[in-house]
């Protein structure tokens, strides 16, 4: 089978959840702004109420108003995208597990077709790079949506310009959430490549030495989130902090590949 | 077999990492220069002795400092680390700063020195000791002690730290206040020696009577300490003398009273300047008697639902301050210009926004003139 077919084979069986957690980001983004956006409206009206003065005048007293004004003060909208990212990583796990249980249990004609084992793995990272990749546009296609969302709910003369660029310059939450640089853009995608090479070994260990390698699995995995939180602990500055992730980054990134590599070739067997 | 799914979804990634790189590197949106003060009274030329200063942030990982004046702006590069919110001095220096990075400071013409007590104390650690960092400005060299402190428990915290030179000699000072609200605020003062090691001097009690003691800033002026000890009876300046370690209090003028909390508290050659309940007092350094002969309040008080004072500073018998205020999600800076003895307002303007391209608050930046 060509690698473009096992590709598609893992994306057909989880495109339908896909779909629902890209339709719950946008939804709960969309939901939760524009709340958050009518709130502001009934607080200027207010304001201009209070300040006695017509709403038009009081309206050039004020600072314009960003995304960053509605989003980062309140950062309900990005937390469901956290959430359907959280959900979105555990599809990683699927992808490995779905071929393991069930009547028909794939994996054996998987392992058995000529060619490298190897593929299998390439194949399921691709699939998970496409997932995160796409949710960063859902999440850039959510501050479009919102952008131009605001000019129903909000005075025209109030909104600031270039919304959604300068939200991703300016705010303080969404680097949580997506890249907002050429160089985090990179980061990202070497991190995604680390989690699922991680997510790989325990999978992996797993179905190769059953109880011990499940163990063995929780220990590599638990140990990798330790030394990473315990990194981003240390009294360090931004500059610093973002060379010793990447070296965390690579160096975890390496050992897992091999290590998966390893299983997958030598150990997980029919 | 069709990969209708595949090039669905590389489309969708493809698209997705055009626009993000699109709009973040490529089609960026330069950041709005434009920064003039707004008059609201009063004449602008009050402003002439002072300039204001503060970050913006033009790119990703780029910050230019903005020294701002009553008709003029200058910008200039500059580091800034957001999430730790310092800038150009502490990424200078790195090594002496790391995990102190609002240490008490201290520098003369040979050497700079810093000390924090440990930031995480009481909740993230319940070890009681202090930092202290001392870099030689010539040789560049660093010295740096952890001390513990006795008598300091978990059920108490660090409400105020100060370093001081005297007589050849380096003083740390700090406030502790008791979570039990049976037991007052105290002061205690440590004389640092040559070998970074600490000898307490002197433990002053600063309760007053009545449930609670507020304590301000505790402020340094040639030998002496200060500190403005406030309950809802009274104020109460006290004075501490590092040479003779003896300490008077003063009552002070009559203040308002129904607030208890000292927002702002500086001094210089000739007065104390003291901020409580949003009006500002300035009081005679040698007769504790107020010199402005009127309260001095901002004018938009009514305006906003909390103001509070950003920064003082004072030169030519004006006293200038940056306010801030709050009202619902917004918030405005306000620089105020009062004459000193009279209290009236001289001048009153807003500060240019910073939404959107600031990092950090305005704050008074010394001008030769």
Redesign the interface.
Known sequence: MKFLTFVEIDLRKIFPFLLGMYAIAIAGFQGFFVKLASNLNGQIVQGAAESGTTLEEYLKTIDKISLASIIDSNILPLVVQIFVGLGLILLGFYLWYKEWFGASKRIYTLLSIKGSRFRIFTSKLVVFLLIFVTYYGIVLLNLFISSFLVKFILPEQIIASDLVQNYILHSQFLPFVIPVSGGSLLFNLAFLIMMFSILSVFVLWDRSKRIWGMIGGFIYMGSTVVVFFYLNTLDLYTSEISIVNWAFTLCVLTISTAFSYYLLKKKVSI | ?K?T??IT??L??A???G???G???V???PVDRNFEIEDEKGNRDALQSVAFENVI?V??NKFEKVILTKDDVQFKDTKY????G?GEKV?NN?DMY??MNNASEYENSKFTMIAAFNTHFPYGSNEAYVTIAKKDKKTNQLQKEKISLPGITTNQYIMEENLVEHNDSIYYSMVVQSMSSSVGPTLKIYQIQSNLQLKEVMNVDLSLPGDYTDVSRLVTDGDKLFIILSSQQEKKLMEINLDTNKYVTHTLPELSMDDSYIQMFRVDENHFYLNVDNSMFVIDKNTYKQVNQKVMKPSFIS?YDYISVVDQTESHETVYVIYEGY????S?KYVVAYHATTGDILYEGKLP?T???GVSGYKFVNVNN
């Not at chain 2, 680390?81 to 730790?84: A, L, P, V």
């Open positions: 077999m990969f799914r595949i979804l590389s969708i990634s698209l997705s990492i626009t993000l790189i709009i973040a590197e089609n960026k949106v942030k790119d990703t680390d957001i999430s730790h310092v990424l790195k790391r995990g305006k009202k619902n999600y917004n405005d926004s939404e959107n391209r």
